[in-house]
């Protein structure tokens, strides 16, 4: 995505691109421009604000291994730099923000092992969001189903576009949260509409997730996500960065509280699930129909 330069130019930084971090396979550190389609994330910095793209729209922005590491690495390294402000994290296109799993790279999963190294693995990257010193903001271009809602509460603010939708599926597949969203949910809505939106697998548009507390602002009619971004931003820009971290942390702890005891058993439930063999027959037959 790209906000507006006005809004930049406001802020009396000037827009960089930065490549130095080291890539794994699949991450660009590029400004995205002209970027072959292999780049499935491209990193960029502006100024105070670190903007981060899932680069896979014509497969809906799956979390695949590649771009886990990618955002897991891309987290990790630019946790030290001392001048961002925020972190806005997007999808390509306007379909989809996040997917979820990429269900073909997942098909290989076929051990409780193995499951439950990819949950961790995927937790872990997300956790580098949550811990993350500035603010993260998921600016929902799509939809945001199963993982991919996951990846949307992993981050501390959700801004979106009006047509955007958002839902805990994995019940679909007869499998269960995996990456910490189970309690990142929790805390949002409270575990009576928690339980409500994972059992149903209610998939809501962005004015219900504005009244369950999951969404933080829409863009109002004739409103661009670029221009709700830059609107929602404005105060956040205006701040030093000490005093951003501050507020960051001394809420992060709150985020956290009890996480381990939560994860710990989603991830056992989650491995159960995955490798039930009620889940394989659910995704062999979501893949039948996907040719």
């Keep these: 995505m790209h906000i507006n330069e006005e809004f930049f130019s406001r ?23 002209g970027a072959p389609s292999t780049q499935v994330l ?11 793209t899932l680069n896979r729209p014509e497969s809906r ?14 987290f990790t390294h ?23 799993g990429d269900l073909k790279e997942l098909m290989a999963v076929r051990t409780s092992a193995q499951a439950a190294e990819m949950s961790n693995m995927t937790r872990a990257a997300f956790q580098t969001i949550r811990d993350f010193p500035v603010p993260v903001i998921a600016a929902m271009n799509g939809d945001a189903l199963g993982g991919g809602a996951e990846f949307a509460v992993a981050c501390d ?8 939708r958002m839902g805990f599926i994995q019940g679909r597949l007869n499998i269960s949260t995996a990456w910490g969203g189970a309690h990142d949910l929790n805390q949002l809505v409270g575990p009576a ?13 962005m004015q219900t997730g504005l009244r369950l507390g999951l969404i933080d602002d829409v863009a109002q009619e004739g409103e661009s996500l670029d221009d709700v971004v830059a609107r929602y931003c404005a105060p956040i820009i205006e701040k030093v960065p000490r005093v951003v971290r501050t507020f ?5 702890d709150a985020k956290n509280a009890n996480r381990a005891q939560t994860d710990q058993l989603e991830t056992e439930l989650f491995t159960a699930n995955w490798v039930h063999d009620d889940h394989w027959e659910a995704a062999d037959k979501v893949l039948s129909k996907k040719g």
Excluded: M, Q, W
Aim: glycine residues 12%.
């Design 11 to 33: 802020s009396g930084e000037r827009t960089v691109t930065d490549s130095s971090i080291p890539h794994p396979n699949g991450l660009s550190g590029s400004d995205g421009v």
């Design 42 to 52: 491209l990193v960029r910095k502006d100024g105070p604000i670190l903007r981060v």
């Design 61 to 74: 922005n799956p979390l695949s291994g590649d771009l886990v590491a990618g955002l897991h690495r891309t």
């Design 78 to 100: 630019y946790a030290a730099d001392p001048d961002l402000k925020v972190v806005i994290v997007t999808g390509a296109g306007n379909k989809a923000f996040a997917a979820g």
């Design 157 to 164: 603010i959700r801004v979106a576009a009006h047509h955007c």
């Design 193 to 205: 509409t928690a339980l409500r939106l994972l059992a149903r697998g209610e998939v809501i548009d």
């Design 248 to 252: 960051k942390a001394i809420t992060r």
